[in-house]
């Protein structure tokens, strides 16, 4: 059981491990059992509250009951504070993941759109060199037509001059077909001298140089006309086809930007949206952490007040010790065992802790007996201020020196009652699993001089 100063064991039948090795809160008596102990010795001056009949409970309006009835109201009182407290500071650390896990959405919302930001602007530049290149290209093109437009204005000009020298080639032609068919004896005889002759004879040849010459020229320009016009043909149609794929390239680079620009604004609403949440998330875990603070408080003013209901409790106890009846106990044995069965956990130093009493297993339901003669003066649940549930009976057997039984059954509730006079071996008890515990058994406690004390030394 969850008793101040106890502590684990793994074996069936012992203490709860995982609860059992937490120390106590320092505000409610710093986690040591001793000051429970002594309270539980001290207790055992109560059943001098019942003079005249030790067996009948005090009157409603007696003070020490009513000392009690208040201890335990403020005790369930903490109890509740601290659940409350606990509840909003899981509130709190639910609400501060959900801040966190909204953090690392948001970093990774802001990678996501800070690549596609890098992608939009580089495709930006992309897309502003290809309107230069566009322009680039659209100037020479124009400066190819206009070349185009000269060399077709230069073509029919030449055309005409063509014209012309193939009119007078042809002259030429006819005339030198004309002389062709006059002999050389033919154009002496006709001439009326030597001199008429020689004259004619080099007409005849100048005329058939020039025919030569102007068929070299005709047949030069023909060709000079044709390339020039070749060329700026073939020049234009490069020009509009690295203008048409300058132009499709930027329209794929506006395409592929605007896919970019979409993610950057698509990936800026999920982060304001993961912000509001964060945000509301944020607020909520304060509003927690405030009622955190506030309930802490209020356990703080309840502790404070149990702390004085106890002292208020222990000192009518005290005061009633006169008349009790009690001497002080002599040292000798216990009468018998509570419960025989296998001790699972002895007292000591444990891991984590020290182990104030012994752990003795058996089923649950099994009788448990008074270990000597004495008067109840506890029943009940003396530790739920603490969270601890265990059933717990306590017999003074002397004004300095009580036993204690824990985990008992509540389903089969203790038999006896506080102020009750018992006897060595009388059932008082069953083997329960109240508290924190990994299975049925008893955990038994010697008190002396409000100090937990080896029960293995007074047992016979």
Excluded at 288 to 307: I, W
Excluded at 369 to 377: E, I, L, Q, Y
């Amino acid at each position: 059981m969850r008793l101040p100063g106890a502590l684990t064991a793994t074996a069936s039948g012992c203490d709860d491990a995982p609860r059992m090795g937490t120390p106590r809160q320092p505000a409610r008596g710093g986690g040591v059992w001793r000051t429970r102990a002594a309270s539980a010795a001290t207790v055992a001056l109560v059943v001098s509250a019942f003079v005249g009949g030790l067996a009948q409970p005090a009157s409603a309006d007696d003070p020490i009951s009513e000392a009690l009835r208040r201890k335990e109201e403020l005790a369930r009182a903490v109890q509740i504070s601290r659940a409350n407290a606990e509840r909003y500071q899981a509130a709190a650390n639910q609400f501060q993941a959900v801040v966190n896990q909204t953090n690392a959405r948001i970093a990774t919302l802001a990678d996501k759109q800070a690549n596609a930001q890098s992608e939009a602007d580089q495709l930006f530049y992309q897309i502003q060199i290809a309107e230069e290149q566009l322009a680039l290209v659209t100037f020479q093109l124009d400066e190819t037509r206009a070349l185009t437009d000269s060399l077709k204005a230069e073509a029919a000009q030449e055309t005409k001059q063509l014209a012309a020298q193939e009119d007078l080639y042809a002259r030429h032609l006819r005339t030198t077909y004309r002389q062709a068919l006059i002999s050389p004896l033919e154009m002496l005889l006709s001439s009326s001298s030597l001199t008429e002759f020689a004259n004619r004879l080099q007409a005849m040849i100048f005329i058939n140089r020039q025919d030569v010459q102007l068929a070299n020229e005709i047949r030069t320009l023909r060709a000079d006309t044709q390339d020039k016009q070749d060329q700026t043909s073939t020049k234009e149609k490069e020009m509009l086809g690295l203008a048409d794929q300058i132009s499709t390239q930027r329209m794929q680079l506006a395409t592929a930007k605007e896919k970019y620009d979409k993610l950057v604004s698509e990936t800026q609403t999920a982060i304001d949206g993961e912000a509001a949440s964060r945000q509301t998330a944020a607020q909520k875990k304060q509003s927690a952490q405030g009622q955190v603070s506030q309930t802490n408080r209020t356990t703080a003013d309840l502790e404070r007040q149990l702390d004085q209901a106890e002292a208020q409790y222990e000192a009518l106890a005290a005061q009633a010790a006169g008349g009790s009846g009690l001497g002080v106990f002599n040292g000798s044995k216990l009468a018998m065992w509570p419960l025989r069965g296998p001790i699972t956990s002895g007292f000591g130093p444990r891991w984590g802790g020290f182990h104030n009493g012994i752990d003795i297993a058996q089923p649950k339901y099994t009788p448990i007996r008074a270990a000597s003669a004495g008067k109840v003066v506890t029943v009940g649940r003396p530790y739920l201020a603490y969270g601890d549930t265990a059933v717990v009976v306590i017999i003074a057997h002397g004004f300095n020196f009580s036993t204690l039984y824990g985990h008992l059954d509540d389903l089969h509730w203790p038999i006896v009652s506080v102020g009750q006079t018992v006897s060595a071996g009388q059932i008082i008890a069953y083997v329960g699993m109240t508290g924190f515990t990994t299975g049925p058994h008893l955990h038994f406690m010697t008190i002396l001089n409000g100090r937990a004390v080896n029960p293995m030394i007074y047992l016979p």
